[in-house]
């Protein structure tokens, strides 16, 4: 186990199972409901994508819920026991209550486990850009960086971790008030697609309205170019997330490896998970990739 400690990140950074599994990060599941019904957020086992979406498209009504101060303290508590110390990395705390939770619970621990380090990081990220952030602190502390180190790393480098998002639909948008319903009527009758980042507090903001799929496709991928570390030589990993749009996703990764000869590797695809999935509705492509840091 790399570095002897946990690393650990909420069900929010959307990776897959295998993922987490391969790079030794260990999750905690929020939760989401379907028409009354409660499930974990579990990457995709306790339902699909394709049913998740195709049940919001069908009118489902969705709710999620934060993973509370009591589930924590259950999740945590296996390892202190097993005299491991904790790097857990949360949904950020501009969209969720999560990282506060995360902190009650890390004070309650440490009164009955004193001698073990517990460290509770803000990823002022979400969905795959958190999962980007959580595969480099695992590449960080395979090389052997002790967990003192990588939770000041973690803080000192968290914004320069870029979230582009575009929708295609506004549908959801609209439903959870985000946008207003004349501007979502608006937008639908003229194509119009929000592209949206994460700024300096985590939180998502509306920065263009773009005419057509094709022109925001175009434009999300310039946005790349512009912020990412090395502009068009950038030579680290790329993460995309979406919402049952594959064939978005997949236009906007393709357009991505033409752009950047450098690339570490192909564009890696997930899906939105249903937390954050919840919230957009189907028809949302995510773009995450390491460049200029996040000032607003």
């Known amino acids: 186990m790399g570095g002897g400690y946990v690393l650990s990140c909420c069900s929010t950074a959307d990776l897959t199972e295998t993922h987490m599994k391969e ?11 379907l028409d009354g019904k409660e499930y974990a957020d579990d990457l995709g086992k306790s339902i699909s994508s394709a049913d998740f979406y195709q049940a919001m498209s069908d009118g489902a009504e969705t709710g999620t819920s934060q993973v509370n101060v ?12 097993e005299g491991r110390d904790i790097l857990h990395v949360s949904l950020s705390s501009g969209i969720s209550g999560s990282y506060n939770s995360a902190n009650i619970a890390r004070e309650e621990l440490l009164e009955d486990y004193p001698n073990r380090k517990i460290f509770i990081v803000d990823s002022l990220g979400a969905s795959s850009g958190f999962g980007l952030f959580m595969d480099k ?20 480098h968290r914004l320069e971790l870029n979230h582009w998002f575009f929708s295609t639909d506004l549908t959801f948008y609209v439903k959870g008030g985000r946008i207003s319903k004349a501007s979502g009527w608006f ?7 929000p592209l ?50 594959g064939e978005d996703a997949r236009a906007v990764a393709d357009l991505v490896e033409e752009r950047f000869p450098r690339l570490n590797g192909k564009v890696e695809i997930n899906n939105i998970g249903t937390t954050i999935g919840s919230h957009t509705g189907p028809g949302t492509v995510a773009l995450f ?5 996040r000032t607003a």
Do not use: Q
């Open 187 to 193: 937008g639908t009758a003229l194509h119009i697609c």
């Open 23 to 33: 790079r030794d990060i260990h999750y905690v599941c929020f939760h989401f409901s």
């Open 137 to 156: 602190l695992a590449d960080l502390r395979d090389g052997g960086m002790p967990v003192d180190k990588l939770h000041d790393w973690a803080v000192a």
């Open 196 to 245: 949206l980042n994460m700024d300096d507090k985590g939180a998502l903001v509306p920065r263009y309205k773009i005419r057509g799929k094709r022109a925001v496709i175009k434009e999300i991928v310039k946005r790349m170019e512009e912020c990412a570390a090395g502009g068009t030589d950038y030579d680290g990993k790329c993460y995309i997330s979406h919402s049952a749009c």
């Open 70 to 81: 009591e589930e924590y303290i259950a999740y945590f508590t296996p390892f202190l026991e």
């Open 289 to 293: 990739f390491w460049g200029k840091e």
